[in-house]
């Protein structure tokens, strides 16, 4: 079942290494094997849920084919190339609590390197800007008093919150009813504060405050652990980055479910019966007993059911639009950055560009700096030329960092809200009155067809970590299903 | 063109007479007729606004084929029957600005009645319960002051607003950051004057004033002219129904359309190149210059494109949810609130059922009470037995009405979440943030694809007066291809 190194890149899509792009335009090839058109298991989508959830359904001995629409296995996890390095354009760090990730860069034998983070970083608010150490805000003490106070509130808060249903949660109607921006306008008082949070939270979901539902806001805190640890980098969820890359681990799974995979197959449709599923694409059909659907949960809904899905379903796919990004890198000759003491980490709550950091490889050249041009900012600017958006990522930078900024020798982006099958990114998130509505639907099995995607995790919902879980927990109940 | 009496009958899907019920059983028989494979123009939807879009482009002289999914038409606008009455189950009034389904009316030949509003209304606030007269809710003086007070503030900020360009309004940034509940906490007092207003803009909406962008409610209000003509029915919105239904005016356009119209038939694919467009169904393709996409927005993305749609109308319709709503009708041995001076109005500001209003025909008999499950209640009552959803309407209606409503002789009721084609009613709606970075793309034809449907609209956007001047519009769009 183990596929060839050549085989193995066209699943990869953007390649592994620099050496070898010409396979990178071998993608569109068609299949060399003919796919079996009878299985025990369909999953769609081929991104860490579907493909965590393929792996095992086939540890169990399950007959399993994965239709993936794209040209490339990894989902929001995607290789890109900037001055000759491959680097994540998608979804690139791991943290210390999200074990079933570690496990697996483990077993591939792949390896975690901390993200950079020795010296100054740049913190901005408008008409101020300073530098701190590390992590560190270093905001004046009663924005410091204010800010820590917001942290530890919202974290007691989250903590009441039952991951598994949310929508039961003490005080889950109230919550719901409020924007997270209601609850932090009534629950600060100093503007400085609450712009720095904005900004923080825009990062972290690449959607605004006033476009969240306040309960979702506790659930998500609460699934990545506490304001810490999705926050910070040391011990947090910025905490390592891949050294071969999390696109290097999307790599070793597409490797070991080998040709289960089945590239360039977007599916249309999904009927199911007393006996079945018949999943349709635009150029076959597939039969199984069940099927895992793991794509972005918003996109769920583009796919035609046969029986329909259930309105609760469909509600909730209509009301869980993607944040949206577009993740930038800029390279440098070399990190100048660093031979000043500055870690290459800037904080801004002044848009569009919240965050920077350091993504040099190991060897120390070239300096690559990366980060986000975000939600909304990011739909402003992804019809625009890329040489629009370099231009306003280059001025960032030498805002920030001075003349030295001024002369990058590449540029990329990842343009996630133009990425057909994404669609936007890091993940889909509830405006308010939807968890208390049609929330409950988001795990329910409808018939045969289970649902996968970091959206449905309960445990770090919306990274990686969450994807592969939520691969294993639909996998078990499929499982389940041949057990019962 | 025209169609036999049978084949209308067939059109309309659930029949315009009650003597001709089985006619309704026979929609899914094959068409009789083999359509032309190359057109054109195709449209997609036969609601109002692929109707009268086609009807515009046939009378220009295009070919044109419509393709419409379910086995009716009508859209929104749909027929039920109640004992043995067939009644609009969708949208039912017209309004006297509403000119162009007011012209539609006259034009076939069709009839208006006013809304029955003789007698007293029931309000009732929580705690508190009082008859009005009319239209008139009759508040304590000083809620009324408010309540006026924000009905006119309402008014002066809309008025601002560029209906073709709601994005470029003066404060545009700012308002589409609250949600329309963040200003009315802002601008009220009383809580009872904001729970009545709460319940009032749900029942327009059937959104929650916080999902709604404050910034869209605006544009609403504005589009439907004013407060006044959006709430009343007396001279606004609500002030006439149709004789003969809403749903007798679309199987009026579908005789007009006549064998133009293909029943059944999904569109699942739209492809263009500089030749034209390919519109592929399950069951064939055809071949046009143009298509007109005219289906509730956020299900314009169940389609698939190819070219892919721009990614800020994809974000659109992500982030544009269907409002939720489950109509209902009780049927009586005759309207016993006549008897007692009642009008059959009931304005309640206590979830889930806000209005209910008489709906007995011209013969004064059966009497009809139809009012409305309303969002977020309809999502958690979609999936419920009828029989319980019956329950909870006769038991609102008995606590209103005293007795005499306990012994209905029928009930009916449209459960718009579960209907495949619309997947909720009356409209889609955007959240903060929406309109303010991708609202732009509306209307923004993609290539050989243009847009109608009422969302689309800027003139009474969400009612079928929008959906008419939407397909107006989208046909004269393509009429002007032909002559550049």
């Known amino acids: 079942m183990t596929l060839s190194r050549r085989e ?33 298991v369909v999953v769609v989508g081929a991104g860490f849920a579907g493909m965590i959830a393929a792996r095992s359904l086939l540890r169990a001995g399950k007959k ?6 794209r040209d490339r296995v990894g989902g929001r996890i995607k290789a890109g190339k900037i001055a000759g390095q491959t680097v994540d354009v998608g979804g690139m760090w791991v943290g210390p609590t999200q074990t ?68 039961t949660a003490p005080r889950a109607e109230e919550f719901d009813r409020m924007t997270a921006e209601d609850w932090l306008v009534a629950n600060t008082k100093l503007e400085s504060v609450r712009s720095f949070l904005r900004a923080g939270l825009r990062d972290i979901y690449q959607a605004e405050t006033y476009q969240m539902s306040f309960l979702y806001l506790l659930f998500y805190i609460r699934s990545g652990d506490t304001m810490e640890t999705l926050f910070g980098e040391k011990d947090a969820a ?36 007393p006996k079945g599923v018949t999943v349709h694409s635009d150029k076959q059909q597939w039969f199984a007993d069940h099927c895992v659907v793991a794509v972005p949960l918003p996109l769920s809904v583009r796919i035609a ?26 390279a440098y000759e070399k990190p100048f950055w660093r031979e000043r003491g500055w870690n290459g980490m800037t904080n801004s709550a002044l848009p569009p560009i919240a965050v920077s950091f350091d993504a040099t490889p190991a060897e120390g050249k070239p300096g690559l700096l990366a980060g986000f041009i975000d939600s909304p900012w990011s739909l402003r600017w992804t019809s ?3 040489s629009d958006r370099k231009k306003l990522v280059v001025d960032h930078l030498v805002d920030l960092f001075g ?9 990329e982006d990842q343009n996630w809200p133009a990425e057909v099958w994404s669609r936007g990114c890091y993940g889909a998130y509830m405006g308010p009155g939807v968890m208390t509505t049609v929330g409950k639907s988001i795990r329910e099995p409808q018939g045969r067809v289970y649902w996968a995607g970091t959206e449905t995790s309960t445990k770090w919902m919306g990274y990686v970590e969450g994807a592969i879980r939520s691969g294993e927990r639909a996998a078990a109940e499929v499982l389940a299903r041949y057990k019962g």
Do not use: C
């Open 8 to 40: 193995v890149l066209k699943l990869l899509g953007a390649g592994g290494t620099a050496t070898l792009a010409t396979d990178l335009l071998d993608a569109s090839a068609p299949p060399e094997h003919v796919p079996p058109l009878q299985s025990d």
């Open 64 to 69: 399993v084919i994965v239709l993936e629409a």
């Open 100 to 167: 079933r990730l570690l496990d697996l860069i483990k077993e591939y034998g792949l390896h975690t390197t901390p993200q950079y983070m020795a010296g100054k970083n740049v913190e901005q608010l408008a008409g101020r800007r300073w530098l701190a150490e590390g992590e560190d805000v270093a905001m004046d003490p009663p924005e410091q008093k204010e800010f820590d106070g917001v942290f530890a509130e919202l974290d007691r808060l989250s903590a009441e919150i039952p991951l598994d249903a949310p929508w």
């Open 238 to 273: 910025q905490a390592f980055r891949v050294v071969e890359g999390l696109h290097g681990v999307a790599g070793k799974l597409a490797s070991e479910l080998g040709s289960a995979i089945l590239l360039e197959t977007p599916v249309r449709a999904i009927a199911q019966g």
């Open 305 to 330: 059911y046969d029986p329909p899905l259930s309105p609760e379903r469909d509600a909730l796919a209509q009301h869980m639009p993607m944040g949206s990004v577009i993740k930038w890198y800029v």
């Open 384 to 386: 625009r030329p890329v």
């Open 403 to 411: 003349p030295d900024a001024a002369h990058p020798i590449d540029y």
